[in-house]
């Protein structure tokens, strides 16, 4: 079984910066593709930011203010979120593994931005 945890999630200022982290005890991040989506109230889950073998990807409403990376030392993926809005509202998911990094999903940590 393999565990995806998720945390740094909460209330924050529009503008801030938070960063989520995904511990994944159970295996080696730089080993599979990892990355994080959300679900907001009412809609479909999208895909945030994925990254593999140091490949990233970015849905375009994030390009350019979130980071992915994997912090090997401590088996975890972040995501670095800058200048957020209220329309990065929602829960947030952390998946892995699988050609669409979709194969393994954590329980989701909730970012409510006001």
């Known amino acids: 079984h393999v565990q995806l945890v998720e945390s740094g999630g909460g209330s924050v200022q529009a503008g801030g910066n938070p960063t989520l982290s995904c511990a994944t005890p159970?295996?080696?991040?730089?080993?599979?593709?990892m990355g994080w989506f959300r679900q907001a109230p009412g809609k479909e889950r999208e895909g945030v930011a994925t990254?593999?073998?140091?490949?990233?990807y970015y849905h375009a409403s994030v390009q350019g203010r979130f980071t992915i990376s994997q912090d090997k030392a401590k088996n975890t993926v972040d995501l670095q979120m800058d200048r957020v809005n209220a329309e990065d509202t929602a829960v947030y998911i952390c998946?892995?593994?699988?050609?669409?990094?979709?194969?393994?999903w954590g329980q989701g940590t909730q970012v409510t931005v006001s």
């Open positions: 998946a892995a593994g699988g050609t669409f990094c979709d194969q393994y």
């Open positions: 159970a295996l080696t991040p730089s080993g599979y593709c």
């Open positions: 990254i593999y073998d140091d490949s990233t």
